[in-house]
């Protein structure tokens, strides 16, 4: 397993944000996370990338217990996260923000401006190097979160809600983009709302619901299992999965 998470909870004063959360993943997978708003995943992803310390529980990355250490020494080993709320640095170029996730692992800047066109050209964002970055539209902001996580040489990512706000196109022209980080040897969790993605891109899925995971399971049965749709899905949304459409 490259990530193993064993009984982890956390509380913010008297709300359970998690609790004894569980789940193993293998390498080379595309797995996901889902369930309604304040489910307690974002929360789940700071616990795993060191961002909140949990109170009980551990966490496994590559067999190494690597509970409550800070997250530049976790992404240094390989795992790193991204963020839903994506604020490029203003002022600065496409290539300039990326670059920064490509020094944790290089010291030149000319290597890290190199690692950053690299990385730009897999998202497709190479031909927006020299732009501001705050000028992006959304789609391209969130291209560019991914990219920023990807040039620090991964082994695992998370990739929390890279689909929200984007239409069903640039849903479309996303998917493949992350098959193919996958297919070059990155391991990736995905919080996800957007089940058309969560379908095509999960082979496996984990389903938080108050804390709590309450289901798992190739995203097709869990799209069947009650306790999800009463949960997260709802009958209709169950029913268009069934039927292979699954828009949300
Ligand atoms: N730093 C914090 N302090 C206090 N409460 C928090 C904190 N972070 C999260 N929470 C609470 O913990 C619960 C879980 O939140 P979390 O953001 O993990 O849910 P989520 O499943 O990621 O939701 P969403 O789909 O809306 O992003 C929520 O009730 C939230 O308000």
């Known amino acids: 397993m490259i990530l193993s998470v064993q009984g982890v909870s956390k509380s913010f004063g008297g709300l359970q944000a998690v609790r004894d959360a569980s789940l193993d993943v293998e390498e080379g997978r595309i797995v ?4 309604p708003n304040g489910a307690g995943k974002t929360t789940l992803f700071a616990l795993i990338t060191g961002f909140h310390k949990p109170d009980a529980g551990v966490v496994l990355f590559n067999g190494a217990d690597i509970t409550g250490e800070a997250p530049e020494r ?7 996260r991204t963020f839903q709320i994506v604020q490029p640095f203003a002022g600065q170029t496409v290539r300039d923000n990326i670059a920064v996730g490509a020094h944790l692992h290089r010291a030149s800047r000319r290597e890290a401006l190199a690692k950053a066109e690299d990385v730009a050209r897999q998202v497709g964002l ?6 501001d970055a705050a000028s992006l539209t959304v789609a391209g902001r969130k291209r560019l979160e991914v990219a920023k996580a990807l040039a620090t040489d991964p082994k695992l990512i998370l990739l929390d809600e890279v689909m929200a ?3 069903p196109t640039e849903v479309r022209d996303v998917i493949p983009i992350i098959t ?6 990155v391991t990736i969790v995905l919080i996800e709302h957007v089940m058309q993605a969560v379908m095509s891109l999960s082979e496996h899925s984990w389903v938080l619901n108050q804390g709590e995971i309450i289901a798992n399971g190739p995203p097709a049965e869990i799209a069947r299992d009650p306790a999800v749709i009463e949960a997260y899905l709802g009958h209709g ?5 069934a039927e292979g459409t699954g828009h949300a």
Request: overall charge positive; cysteine-free.
């Open 32 to 35: 996901s996370l889902i369930g």
């Open 74 to 80: 976790i992404a240094t080993l390989g795992m790193v």
């Open 126 to 131: 190479a031909d927006r190097l020299d732009q």
């Open 165 to 167: 706000g984007l239409n």
């Open 180 to 185: 193919r980080i996958r297919d070059n040897g």
């Open 237 to 241: 949304m169950a029913a268009r999965i």
